[in-house]
């Protein structure tokens, strides 16, 4: 008895359960609304099927439980009670099965006019691709990827020469215009999911695949890569953001090409050495860095990883944060960097300083550290020279207490958590990996050790 | 896949037709469903044969599986088709007669000539290493051109492919040498063994046969 | 040759009497002594996979809390979890453990056929056992790649354990599936080749067709994991591009060129697809008997069971891409598969109107192993009917990948036939060591394992509606999920660290039965099949003594009319009871 009023508590427990709570689909934000449909479907069949032959078996726990006097029915098989349990059965199975396929059927047919966005993936994070005017894509190539060429353009492919490319993982689409999304990886399988678009398809090196969707509301939507793709899975995240035609043209208008990007002229150390006399105030004259002004060292810093810092800087996902008392600092100095070029001559004068170690401040339990490095080592690399393919900085001889301090800004959301910030948001994750002083003292001095 | 498919529609088909051979179509609480004096338990009671062919379709399995993976690579863009080595050619004569051997060696001992048997034996497990020493010979001939296993996907699967079949011909050699051994002490029960294995030679002969056919196909 | 020759062949030739403790306990060829190391070596590794999966629970419920968990060990822990349960647990435990102690009982012969193969499948699925563990402890750590291995990344940069951890992995596989085809080769030819004078197929327990029709599938799809395992090891060791297509790993070019990584799925699905149902049928098969025994009624349709498990053992081989939906294959395969998919939820939704039925007008005891056996029909409908969900190719888009395909299959997998083999342990045990469990122990048991572990699985599934992704060391901050989402991982993983817990039960009703049990009676459940018939209890080596028994009837005559006791042993003969339908058991 107590059995079987288990049973019918659990039936109805999971129902109560399903109708209280809050963990639903996400609101849909595409054209997929039939997807949903069919999951109501599916739901309601399935449901009754579950409530039905649940309920029956309690109810035969009930009636027929041990009784001395009482014996069971001998009965081998009753074929017409198993034909038309069959037939029903059926019956339910193609309830779901029609609508499933049809949507189904929808979803593998892109229609014409759909405009197309390339998504590349790669360990652990997003870029993408738009055709450009001519609405063609260049042709791309695993062999050619390199720090300069991250997508592997063909570099005398006429349709690559306007291809608009998307160096961060956040793009933009318009509202209310069907997109086919081609899906490229550089290296192991990826998945391209926005959950509030409802559709998803994996990545695979070596082919191209594809989903589409027509976004029907304004707004950012996170990108999850759902495809185990190594230890950062999880950290691979992005966004896209569904805008007006207007916006979104605009938006476009501002991203660099291909043949502008190879085009672009390198800095120049000479002008960028007249603009650097802000910064050696605080960072030093040869970029050596000053703890007592907080300002870390520059020298022997990645071009690449400057830039971006500084933009961020300029756009505020970092020094925004009302926590972060010297990223406040540093913050409109970064903004007396009016241009790009501005920018690009100061970091070209900041790689003409000579590259001496930092002073280490830092002791620790180097074994330690050694062993929590591991994690670390698959974005920074074994000797903490940084990678630029995974968008990670040096850290070997760098200014030990500041890495010491990004650390705690990264675990205390002072910094990486801005929506722009995605490489930020990134280290936030991974720095959660790390416990307590102790642990950031003995992992940095194991870095100084490299 | 397909043939992976095709091959386990065969197997199913089989197995389910095999089945209702049986006695599974009939009610089992009915007495009169089977006729118990009758009913001497399964078969002739050949342990090893079954055990033999359930074996074969494993292996049919593995291959089959091998095949269609090798179809499905073939069709990516790198493949560069490979010319075979001419010594194939004479390997797989050699095997046909080792196959051949074995089922004289078979017949032999089903007539219980001791001599023959012993004769028998002793050229297959010369026949068989000759092919092996064949099918090294044409792997050393490759490589000499230059074909090495990263070469080329059709390469790859030419070491993989005949690796494999030479792998299962050297775990027959094992029950071969056993049976010989016990045919040269005088044992009379190798009958059983020599059965088998000349059941096992063909097979392989047949599935060397394909893999070769595959191979020079594409 | 008469069947006596067979299946009486050890008893007439006595060559392997065991004598010593060695022989007897440690090289025994008695398949009731091999089946005993298989289940314990299996329970054993089940546990360390039940701790790792422990530990992921704990970061997942309480992340940023434990500084023994970071992503690297994390993944390794999944896949390890995820092989170890599924492959060295389950397979090995029904096969292997099962398999191994029911056959030749069930089927009233005295060993299996091929007792030395029987026995050296044992040490050598020890022996993977052995190599799956090392790769823990080799440097680099065992891999991380997920149990499903999909290369390149299982190979490739920026997973754990791509150095030795991958290879020890390929080879523990390839081990394992050399000692399941032998075992696997004994039970498909003692199944076919020593029943007893009388056993017809049709009058085989449903354990017995489950364990049967389970062996035959994984006969023939373990060649393909076999093959995406060698294959996959030489694109690793030799850099061969048999699924290594041209790419661009962390800014470094690997070398390979042009191959497929769509083929490792094909393969490993043609493989992972059956093997789902390796582990299921014989749960099926044995969930079969303990209702019908414990119902004290035949079991309801048994032609109709026979033909499911052949049905859904045949299908099984044709719906492997669903798993592959989104992997980017074509497309229109689609179509096809979520078809086949949803036709195999027929005779599967048939083996579960026929269990209930069974219960319709029984007079049902509910003892432990019956609690097991329905708790196992609540769980596994719930897992089946979500599994619908997936394999309608449509609802897999939002779904695939998130926590809702975790809920499914571990309500299908992780805890149905988990359910079923403990059942079946309380089931047998009397048989097995002679002694009786603690009812009470075993009840609490019963109600902690099966209230606590849907309290795991059923808020996965909402999880998954919301859109967490499985196989995420930690989601952060994101927009789309509400902060509750957190409460609820930290309620389920209360619920997994409680159900861990209670497994203690388990081994102290084990260990107080061994010590102190009461004597069991030969045939405490007044079974009818063969097993329980058997001379002594626990059996001897040679399990009948003198004469093999002779089988008269089906397995499943309980409560036929007309005759006094509710249960007729098969080996009772039919001038003393005939079978049911003589007798106006006509329906
Ligand atoms: C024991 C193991 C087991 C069993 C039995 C099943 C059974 C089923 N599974 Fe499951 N499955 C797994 C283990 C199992 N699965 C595992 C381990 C994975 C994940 C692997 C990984 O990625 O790591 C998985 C993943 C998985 C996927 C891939 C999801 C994804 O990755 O995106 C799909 C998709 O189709 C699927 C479908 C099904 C279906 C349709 C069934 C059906 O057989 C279910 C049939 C049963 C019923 C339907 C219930 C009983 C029926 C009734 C009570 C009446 C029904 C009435 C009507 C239909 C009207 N499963
Ligand atoms: C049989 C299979 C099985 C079983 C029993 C379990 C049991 C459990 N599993 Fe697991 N799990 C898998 C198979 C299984 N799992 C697979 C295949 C994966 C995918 C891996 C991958 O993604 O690569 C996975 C992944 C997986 C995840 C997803 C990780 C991720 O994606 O990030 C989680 C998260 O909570 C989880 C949790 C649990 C918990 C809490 C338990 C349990 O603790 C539940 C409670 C305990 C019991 C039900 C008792 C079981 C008892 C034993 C096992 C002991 C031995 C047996 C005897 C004494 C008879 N498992
Ligand atoms: Cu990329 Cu996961
Ligand atoms: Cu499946």
Redesign the interface.
């Known amino acids: 008895m107590p ?1 079987a009023v ?2 019918i508590l ?1 039936v109805v427990g ?1 129902i109560i ?1 399903h109708v209280l ?6 609101p849909l934000a595409s054209n ?1 609304a ?2 949903d449909v ?2 109501d479907i ?1 739901f309601y069949v ?1 449901g009754l ?2 409530v039905a ?2 309920l ?2 309690a109810y ?2 009930i009636k ?4 001395k006097e ?9 074929t017409k ?2 034909n038309w ?2 037939f029903l ?2 019956i339910g ?1 193609a309830a ?2 029609t ?3 049809l ?3 929808n ?2 047919n892109v229609p014409d006019e759909a405009h197309v966005v390339e998504a590349v993936g ?3 994070h997003w870029t993408y691709r738009y055709p450009g005017e001519d609405g063609k894509f260049g042709e791309v ?3 050619r ?3 300069d060429n991250p997508f ?1 353009i063909d570099p005398d492919d006429p349709n690559g020469q306007d291809d608009v490319l998307v160096y961060n993982p956040e793009a933009h689409l318009p509202v209310d215009r069907p997109v086919k999304f081609l ?1 490229r ?5 990826h ?1 391209f ?1 926005v ?2 678009f ?10 191209d ?1 594809f989903l589409w969707l027509t976004p029907t509301v304004e707004g ?3 990108v ?12 691979m ?1 992005g966004a896209v953001i569904v805008e007006q035609q207007e916006d979104f043209e605009s938006w476009l208008a501002q991203q660099p090409t291909w043949a502008e990007n190879s085009a672009r002229a390198a800095g120049n150390a000479q002008i960028g050495a007249a603009q650097y006399g802000v910064c050696a105030a605080c960072h030093g004259q040869e970029g050596e860095g000053m703890q007592a002004l907080n300002a870390p060292k520059l020298a022997g810093q990645s071009e690449w990883y400057l830039r971006k810092q500084i933009l961020n800087y300029q756009n505020g996902a970092r020094g925004a944060h009302q926590d972060d008392v010297y990223g406040k600092q540093m913050a409109p100095m970064a903004n007396t960097l009016a241009d790009a070029a501005a920018i690009d001559n100061v970091i070209a004068h900041i790689q003409t300083m000579p590259d001496n170690p930092a002073e280490q401040t830092i002791e620790g339990d180097v074994d330690n550290g050694k062993q ?1 490095y ?2 670390c080592a ?1 974005c920074h690399a074994d000797e903490a020279q940084g ?4 968008n990670a900085p040096r850290m070997a001889g760098m200014s030990d207490w500041y890495l010491k301090r990004q650390l705690e800004n990264y675990q205390t ?1 002072i910094r990486g ?1 801005h929506p722009t910030d995605f490489y930020g ?1 990134q280290m ?3 720095a ?2 790390l ?2 002083e102790q ?1 950031i003292d003995d992992l940095i001095a194991y870095i100084n050790t490299l | ?1 397909e043939i ?2 095709i091959f ?1 529609a065969i ?2 088909a089989s ?2 037709g095999w ?1 209702l051979k ?10 009169e ?2 006729d ?1 004096a009758s ?9 090893k044969t ?2 033999l062919a ?2 074969l ?3 049919t ?2 291959f089959a ?2 095949v269609s ?1 090798y179809s ?2 073939m069709e ?4 560069v088709p490979l010319t075979e080595p001419q010594l194939l050619w004479t390997n797989t004569a050699v095997l046909v007669l080792a196959s051949i051997a074995f089922q004289w060696t078979r017949s032999a001992a089903r007539s219980a000539n001791e001599q023959r048997v012993k004769t028998g034996l002793v050229i297959t497990g010369m026949l068989t290493t000759a092919f092996l020493i064949g099918q090294y010979i044409a792997w050393l001939q490759l490589s000499a051109a230059g074909h090495l ?2 070469t080329n ?1 059709a390469d ?1 699967f030419f070491y ?1 492919l005949t690796g ?1 079949h030479a792998l299962h011909i050297l775990g027959g050699m094992y029950v071969w040498a056993r049976a010989t051994k016990r045919a040269f002490a005088g044992s009379d029960s190798v009958e059983e063994s020599i059965q088998l294995c000349a059941v096992y030679w063909h097979f392989l002969l047949v599935v060397w046969l394909v893999l070769f056919g595959l191979m020079l196909s594409t | ?3 006596v ?3 009486d062949r050890d008893h007439e030739e006595e060559h392997h009497d065991p004598q010593t403790f060695i022989t007897k306990y440690v090289w025994s060829q008695d398949h009731k002594v091999i089946a005993i190391q298989y289940g314990c070596t299996a329970i054993f590794v089940g546990l360390i996979a039940l701790a790792l999966s422990a530990m992921m629970r704990l970061q997942l419920g309480f ?2 809390t434990f ?1 023994f968990i ?3 060990n994390y ?1 390794q822990f999944i896949t390890m979890h995820g092989m170890i349960m599924v492959i060295y647990l389950l397979t090995a435990l029904f096969l292997g453990g099962f398999g191994n102690y029911l056959i030749p009982l069930m089927i009233g012969s005295r060993d299996m ?2 007792p030395y193969l029987n026995m050296l499948s044992y040490w050598v699925y020890l022996l993977s056992v052995i190599i799956l563990i090392a790769s823990f402890f080799v440097p680099g750590g065992a891999t ?3 149990w499903t291995l ?1 290369p ?2 299982a190979i ?5 354990g791509i150095d030795l951890g991958i290879i020890l992995m390929l080879a523990s596989l390839g081990v394992f599936i050399v000692a399941f ?1 032998m075992g ?3 039970y ?3 199944v ?12 085989m327990p449903l354990s017995i067709w489950g364990i049967f029709m389970a062996t ?1 599938l994984g ?3 373990f ?2 994991l ?2 995406s395992a ?2 996959m090891m ?1 694109d690793k060791t ?5 699924f290594m ?7 470094a ?1 690997p070398g390979y ?7 490792f799925q ?2 490993f699905w ?1 493989f992972g697809h059956p093997e789902v149902y390796i582990v299921a049928l014989p749960a099926f098969g044995i969930v079969s008997d303990l209702l019908s025994t414990h ?4 079991i ?5 069971m ?1 033909w499911a498990i ?1 049905a859904i ?2 299908l099984s ?2 719906v492997w891409a669903h798993h592959m939906y ?3 294959m074509n ?2 395969f ?2 096809f598969f ?2 086949t998919t ?2 195999i ?2 005779p599967t ?2 083996k ?3 269990w ?2 069974t ?8 003892r432990t192993p019956m ?1 097991f056996a ?1 708790g196992f ?2 769980t596994f ?2 897992g089946g ?2 599994g ?2 997936l394999g ?4 897999d ?2 779904l ?3 926590y809702f395909v975790v809920a499914h299959f571990h309500m299908v997998m992780g805890v149905s036939p988990i359910l079923v083999v403990f059942g079946a342990i309380y089931h047998w045990w009397p048989k097995i060591t002679g002694k009786m469990y603690n009812e009470t122990l075993g009840k609490w048991h019963f109600w902690m394992t099966f ?1 606590g572990t ?1 309290a795991i699985y ?2 996965m599934h ?2 998954g ?3 967490v ?12 999920l ?1 902060d ?2 957190q409460d ?1 991982n930290a309620a389920i993983t209360i619920s997994a660290l409680f159900v861990a817990a209670t497994q203690i039960l388990f081994f102290i009703n084990v260990f107080i039965s061994l010590r102190n049990g009461k004597k069991a009676d030969p045939n405490p459940w007044d079974a009818t099949s063969l097993e329980w018939q058997t001379p002594d209890t626990p059996p001897k080596h040679g399990n009948w003594g003198h004469d093999l028994p002779e089988c ?3 397995a ?6 007309g005759y006094d006791d ?1 249960f007729i042993p098969q080996n009772v003969p ?1 001038d003393i009871a ?5 007798h106006g ?1 006509e ?1």
């Open positions: 059995f288990v049973l659990l999971s359960f709570s809050p963990w639903w689909f996400t997929w039939m997807v069919t999951m599916t399935t099927v579950f032959v649940n029956f078996m035969c726990v027929f439980r041990y009784k009482a014996r069971a029915t001998y009965e081998p098989e009753n009670l198993e349990l069959t059965t059926a199975v779901m099965l609508p499933g396929l949507v189904w059927a979803f593998v790669q360990q652990w190539d695993a062999e990827i390199s720090d592997g899906l990886s550089k290296d192991v399988l998945n999911t959950t509030e409802r559709v998803k398809m994996d990545l695979v090196p070596g082919t695949t950012r939507f996170e999850l890569c759902e495809e185990l793709c190594g230890i950062a899975h999880h950290t995240r929590l591991r994690v698959y990678v630029r393919a995974m959301e958590q948001f936030s994750l991974m959660r990996t416990y307590g642990d | 896949m992976g498919l386990l197997m199913l197995l389910i089945l049986q006695t599974i179509n009939t009610q089992p609480w009915v007495a469903g089977v118990e009913y001497q338990a399964p078969y002739n009671a050949r342990p079954v055990a359930t074996l379709a494993v292996i399995s593995f599986l091998i993976a499905l690579r990516l863009g790198d493949w296993v990263t996907p790859a993989l494999i | 040759m008469s069947y020759a067979i299946a992340p940023d500084s970071n992503p690297e993944y056929v091929f991380g790649a997920g999909y390149p990344q490739m940069q920026g997973t754990p085809t696997g080769l004994n498909v030819t003692t076919l080749q020593a029943r007893c004078k009388g056993m017809t197929l049709m009058r035959i006969l023939l799809a060649p393909a076999l093959v060698i294959m030489l030799i850099m061969t591009s048999f297509p041209a790419i661009s790993s962390m800014g070019d060129t042009g191959g497929s990584p769509i083929l094909h393969l043609f119902a004290r009624k035949n309801f349709g048994y032609r109709m026979v052949i053992g045949g081989f044709i989104v992997s980017g497309p229109y689609g179509f979520a078809t949803l036709i939820a027929v939704a048939l579960v109107y026929n209930v039925l219960l319709w007008e029984g007079n049902i005891h509910l609690l329905i029909i609540f409908i719930h009917l979500t619908l969900f309608n190719v449509t609802i888009l939002p695939s990948d998130t209230l849907y059923l808020p909402y999880l509606f919301a859109g992704p499985r196989r995420y060391f930690a989601m952060g901050n994101t927009d789309f509400p509750s989402a609820l008269h009837r089906w499943y005559d309980y409560s036929v009319p509710d039919a005939p079978a049911g339908r003589d058991g329906h």
